[in-house]
């Protein structure tokens, strides 16, 4: 059965991860969906800060897949592929390990998964996405913007943020029942995209 999406929408938030961490650890099922149209502390592997202003798209999914805890690393492949699929219709995109999608040698959009796992399983996973989407590339802080872009400088469009967004649920969603019926098909999948568009340098 396919997943069904609940999306809970917020104007401004410090991080849409720690509202899924929270509702998670309280038993909400999964499918749900946080999204703010900005954060105040986003952030990406290692603590690194991640600039999340008006005009990009920037969302956590709560699930809850049976999958042992030692495939953790299967969540961001799985959200890699995903999310390439209908990004790659609106640009030139690549996949830079374990996490990252590039376009043009920088990076616009990332994946950040938190899991907490009981016994053998996952308990539960929450994956951050932010894609850099409607704003300018000289918009963003100084010490990134040589290895940052945006889809709107890659492109030179604006894009309707909901319809994206859309597009990048569907493709999550598809991707997801793959996931649970035959992980090691994410995983080849994943490698074939990441051998045919080379990491950037």
């Not at 603590?47 to 953790?72: H, I, K, M, Q």
């Not at 994946?111 to 929450?126: H, N, P, W, Y």
Request: with cysteine; net charge negative.
């Amino acid at each position: 059965m396919a997943i069904r999406w609940r999306i809970e929408r917020y104007e401004n938030l410090p991080s849409t991860n720690d509202i899924a961490r929270r509702v998670g650890r309280a038993g909400a099922p999964e499918g749900l969906v946080v999204v703010a149209r900005s954060q105040l502390n986003g952030r990406g592997r290692r603590g690194d800060t991640w600039y999340s202003p008006l005009g990009g798209l920037w969302f956590s999914l709560l699930l809850r897949p049976d999958l042992p805890a030692v495939e953790n690393d299967l969540y961001a492949q799985y959200a890699a592929v995903a999310l390439y699929e209908p990004l790659a219709r609106h640009l030139n995109v690549q996949i830079k390990p374990p996490n990252d999608l590039y376009c043009s040698g920088r990076k616009f959009a990332g994946i950040l998964v938190e899991t907490e796992v009981r016994g053998s399983k996952s308990s539960f996973a929450v994956i951050g996405i932010g894609v850099n989407v409607n704003f300018d590339r000289r918009q963003l802080p100084d010490d990134v913007q040589d290895r940052a872009t945006t889809m709107f400088t890659e492109s030179g469009r604006v894009f309707a943020l909901e319809k994206l967004l859309d597009e990048l649920l569907d493709s999550l969603a598809e991707h997801y029942e793959l996931l649970l019926r035959d992980p090691l098909e994410i995983r080849d999948e994943y490698l074939a995209l990441v051998t045919a568009h080379p990491e950037p340098l």
